[in-house]
């Protein structure tokens, strides 16, 4: 089955995805980037509504390219009680990424929550690593999942980037290094079909649920239209 993640930037977004039977309610600052870091209030807010739904949460803390940082962020969010936690790669080195990654690992390891590690389908042009490199690095420093998502918000998405075949092959590489796996990147309704076949453990969306582009507000009813077809 594949659980249906949804990116709300506010508490009023937040209760359209619960509305919508989102699994997962993702926070986010869209203003910010691609994982866009939001604002710690927010996120507790965010954390206290979930919960008392019983969905789970997970947050973004930003396109990165320092590990003390990324450390510190991971370790903040931990304390706001969510469930996983999206940490975007954004290097091009992959030793450079390794070390980012390992840290967030580090930093949240008394913390019952997940780490997951985020590379771009645009990497070429994002100048960072490549996205087949990332699950044998998450394994190997202790991460719990892989996502991949789009870097720039342009309208394109994650299969104008990458082949069937390579996405295939990143979710195949993650589940054999023991990881679960995150399909995201300007997924649209023509999509679906393709996800399904591909069967990651979970699809990242946003601008498909907005009822007029990334930026517009997230609809419930979209949500779960999504949800419906996803588990069609």
């Not at 690593?129 to 394994?139: F, R, V």
């Not at 946003?206 to 990334?214: I, K, Q, S």
């Amino acid at each position: 089955m594949i659980r249906v993640l949804v990116s709300p930037s506010n508490v009023e977004e937040a209760l359209e995805c619960i509305r919508g039977g989102a699994s997962i309610v993702d926070v986010k600052n869209p203003n910010e980037g691609s994982l866009g870091a939001n604002f710690p209030w927010v996120i507790k807010e965010i954390v206290k509504i979930t919960k008392s739904h019983g969905k789970e949460v997970s947050a973004t803390i930003g396109d990165l390219d320092k590990a003390g940082t990324a450390s510190l962020a991971g370790f903040g969010i931990a304390n706001l009680g969510v469930d996983y936690i999206k940490v975007g790669l954004f290097v091009s080195r992959i030793e450079k990424a390794r070390e980012i990654l390992k840290n967030v690992v580090r930093a949240v390891k008394d913390f019952d929550v997940k780490v997951v590690g985020a590379c771009y389908a645009d990497w070429t042009r994002a100048k960072t690593i490549p996205p087949l490199t990332l699950p044998e690095m998450a394994s190997d420093v202790d991460a719990d999942g892989v996502m991949i998502d789009t870097a720039l918000k342009d309208g394109r998405s994650t299969f104008d980037f990458m082949s069937f075949e390579d996405i295939s092959e990143f979710i195949d590489r993650g589940h054999e290094n023991g990881v679960f796996c995150a399909l995201a990147g300007g997924l649209s309704w023509e999509h679906i079909e393709s996800v399904k076949r591909l069967k990651p453990d979970i699809i990242g969306v946003r601008t498909m649920v907005c009822e007029n582009g990334r930026n517009s507000k997230i609809k419930g009813e979209l949500v779960r239209k999504l949800v419906n077809e996803i588990n069609r």
